[in-house]
């Protein structure tokens, strides 16, 4: 019976896979063949995608750099923890 649930659910998850490919699909066809006036209605949107993408990189930007100086703190004081325990 597991085996029986265990197909039917890999038969399902194709199933589905398929439908978000075939609406995508209409999506992608429905973009393309309206491309003007959609573009119309985005070119507005466009720089305050910029400013939200440069935030976002901003944003990384400074936790990468603090996770850095933060594995350098660690690593000092680790090294230090290691020259007290030796003496």
Same mark, same amino acid.
Request: hydrophobic share 60%.
């Given at each position: 019976?597991?085996?029986? =649930?265990?197909?039917?659910?890999? !038969? ?12 995508? *699909?209409?999506?992608?066809?429905? =973009?393309? /063949? ?5 573009? /119309? ?9 910029? !400013?939200?993408? *440069?935030? =976002? ?7 990468? *750099? !603090? ?15 290691? /020259?007290?325990?030796? /003496?």
């Amino acid at each position: 019976m597991i085996k029986f =649930f265990k197909i039917l659910e890999k !038969i399902v998850w194709v199933l589905t896979i398929i439908a978000i490919v075939i609406v995508l *699909g209409f999506i992608v066809i429905a =973009f393309v /063949s309206h491309k003007e006036t959609i573009w /119309s209605y985005a070119e507005p949107i466009i720089p305050y995608i910029y !400013i939200v993408a *440069g935030t =976002f990189v901003i944003f990384r930007m400074i936790v990468v *750099g !603090i996770q850095m100086y933060l594995e350098i703190q660690i690593a000092d004081k680790t090294k230090d923890l290691q /020259s007290i325990i030796e /003496s």
